[in-house]
């Protein structure tokens, strides 16, 4: 319960329980990655909770079960129990659900539910009738309780992690692999017991220590807290500056042989402030500055027709494109919303041989308002470079607006 309530109170000073960037970079497990190479965010995720109702909740179980529990099996045995129902509960969940965030401590406590359940129905536990009989009504109660919620709310995620930590509660319950004492009395005590417990405890430390030390997660309260660095896309002439966590995190989508065209995302958006999806194209001639305004208003005419056609579900255009400016030259202008918590701004704009689409993607709530200026700021970043030609730089201007904010290098 310390444990949970500390790290709970790191949530809330460092961007808010219920603010998915924080808890990502807080050691929130999802997708494949939290099966290889990120294993650690299985454990860590157990000690994250999605505000103070889930908080609340969780801790209430954890004293109804883990009271019980810990007078029969010690302490030792109990934290090994819902290190491993966390554990496997997360797992699954990882596998079954790529694409859900997962915190909370329901895998581990609903493992010690189903110890209880076991426990309290044996007939060789030597505990008399009206001992058993509150442990299981709370048990049943509390599993009963949870999983209507998690069904009313349409949260089949959270029911799975249930089962699954009730399901593993129960078979080392059943099968006597924590060398119970009840109800097999006849089984040693075993040191590996107490000495895998202590292992357990010191692995959550380091997992939760891993996740804060290198995900930063105090980072995003303001958007100073991370500088704007330069980044070039993969074999052109085009570079934009994005925030130093997301450039960390770059992927490039695909690239031509040829340069002529590159599509790289800078960030993840469940771990990141902004997340950027930025696609180049080289165009067979350049777009002469006399004709730039009449070539956007054509641009802005097409993109608004494909922006009236069917979207998938979730999509919508929140502002239809638009001629507007990006550094004082000629632009498409657009946002949409991607489903319920995203929003995301879209610029596209010809310069020079180069057409460029350039969209920020953040969370629609939760992010101070000074991360708000910095969507326009990185389409205003962007400079085309190529040899022999005048550079097409946004930068210029940017700085003189924004005392010198706009990184120039590599050049």
Same mark, same amino acid.
């Given at each position: 319960m310390?444990?949970?309530?500390?790290?709970?109170g790191?949530e /809330?000073l460092?961007?808010? &329980?219920?603010f998915?960037?924080?808890?990502?970079r807080m050691?929130a497990?999802?997708g494949?990655?939290? !099966?290889g190479?990120e294993?650690?965010r @299985?454990l860590?995720?157990?000690?994250?909770?999605?505000?103070?109702?889930?908080?609340l909740?969780?801790?209430?179980s954890?004293?109804?079960?883990?009271?019980? !529990?810990?007078?029969m099996l010690?302490? &030792?045995?109990l934290?090994?129990?819902?290190t491993?129902s966390i554990l496997? *509960?997360?797992?699954?969940l990882?596998g079954?659900y790529p694409?859900?965030?997962?915190v909370?401590?329901?895998?581990? $406590?609903?493992?010690l539910?189903g110890a209880?359940?076991?426990?309290?129905c044996?007939?060789r536990?030597?505990?008399p009738?009206r001992r058993? $009989?509150a442990?299981?009504v709370?048990?049943?109660a $509390?599993?009963?309780?949870?999983?209507y919620s998690?069904c009313e709310?349409?949260q089949?995620?959270s029911? +799975?992690a249930?089962?699954v930590?009730a399901?593993?509660?129960m078979?080392l319950a059943?099968t006597?692999?924590? !060398?119970?004492?009840?109800p097999?009395?006849?089984?040693?005590e075993w040191?590996s017991v107490?000495v895998?417990?202590s292992a357990?405890?010191?692995?959550?430390?380091?997992?939760l220590?891993?996740? $804060?030390?290198?995900?930063?997660?105090?980072?995003v309260r303001e958007?100073?807290?991370q500088p704007m660095?330069r980044?070039?896309l993969?074999?052109?002439a085009v570079?934009l500056a994005v925030p130093a966590?997301?450039?960390a995190?770059? /992927?490039v989508?695909?690239?031509?042989?040829?340069g &002529?065209?590159?599509?790289v995302?800078?960030?993840d958006?469940?771990?990141?402030p902004?997340a950027?999806d930025? +696609?180049?194209?080289?165009?067979?001639e350049?777009?002469p500055?006399?004709r730039m305004e009449?070539?956007?208003?054509?641009l802005?005419?097409?993109?608004?027709g494909?922006a009236?056609?069917?979207t %998938? %579900?979730?999509?919508?255009?929140?502002v239809m494109?638009r001629?507007?400016?990006?550094?004082g030259?000629p632009a498409?202008?657009?946002?949409r919303?991607l489903g319920a918590l995203?929003?995301?701004?879209r610029?596209?704009?010809?310069?020079?041989?180069?057409l460029?689409?350039?969209?920020?993607?953040? @969370?629609a709530s939760g992010?101070p308002? &000074?991360?708000?200026?910095?969507?326009l700021?990185v389409?205003?970043s962007?400079v085309?470079?190529?040899?022999? %030609?005048?550079?097409w730089? *946004?930068? +210029?201007?940017?700085? /003189?607006?924004?005392?010198?904010?706009?990184?120039r290098?590599p050049w």
């Amino acid at each position: 319960m310390a444990a949970n309530l500390a790290v709970f109170g790191l949530e /809330e000073l460092w961007g808010g &329980s219920t603010f998915f960037v924080t808890l990502k970079r807080m050691g929130a497990a999802s997708g494949p990655s939290s !099966l290889g190479a990120e294993a650690w965010r @299985l454990l860590s995720a157990g000690y994250l909770h999605l505000g103070g109702r889930h908080l609340l909740l969780n801790m209430a179980s954890l004293v109804l079960g883990g009271m019980y !529990l810990e007078g029969m099996l010690g302490p &030792s045995r109990l934290l090994l129990l819902y290190t491993l129902s966390i554990l496997g *509960s997360n797992a699954a969940l990882a596998g079954l659900y790529p694409n859900t965030l997962m915190v909370g401590a329901s895998g581990g $406590i609903f493992g010690l539910v189903g110890a209880v359940l076991v426990l309290a129905c044996h007939p060789r536990t030597p505990l008399p009738l009206r001992r058993r $009989i509150a442990p299981l009504v709370c048990a049943s109660a $509390i599993a009963g309780f949870t999983v209507y919620s998690a069904c009313e709310c349409g949260q089949g995620s959270s029911n +799975t992690a249930h089962l699954v930590g009730a399901a593993l509660g129960m078979g080392l319950a059943l099968t006597g692999v924590l !060398l119970w004492r009840l109800p097999w009395p006849g089984f040693r005590e075993w040191r590996s017991v107490r000495v895998s417990a202590s292992a357990a405890a010191w692995v959550t430390v380091a997992c939760l220590g891993f996740g $804060i030390g290198t995900e930063r997660p105090w980072e995003v309260r303001e958007a100073e807290a991370q500088p704007m660095v330069r980044v070039e896309l993969p074999g052109t002439a085009v570079s934009l500056a994005v925030p130093a966590g997301a450039a960390a995190r770059a /992927e490039v989508e695909d690239v031509s042989e040829d340069g &002529s065209f590159a599509h790289v995302v800078y960030g993840d958006v469940l771990t990141d402030p902004l997340a950027m999806d930025v +696609t180049v194209e080289r165009l067979e001639e350049a777009v002469p500055e006399e004709r730039m305004e009449e070539e956007t208003e054509a641009l802005s005419d097409k993109l608004y027709g494909e922006a009236l056609e069917p979207t %998938e %579900e979730g999509v919508r255009m929140e502002v239809m494109p638009r001629v507007g400016t990006v550094g004082g030259r000629p632009a498409v202008e657009s946002s949409r919303s991607l489903g319920a918590l995203f929003w995301g701004a879209r610029w596209v704009f010809y310069r020079g041989r180069w057409l460029i689409t350039v969209e920020v993607v953040r @969370l629609a709530s939760g992010l101070p308002a &000074s991360w708000n200026w910095r969507m326009l700021e990185v389409a205003r970043s962007v400079v085309v470079h190529e040899e022999g %030609e005048p550079p097409w730089d *946004s930068c +210029t201007a940017w700085n /003189e607006g924004r005392t010198g904010m706009c990184p120039r290098g590599p050049w």
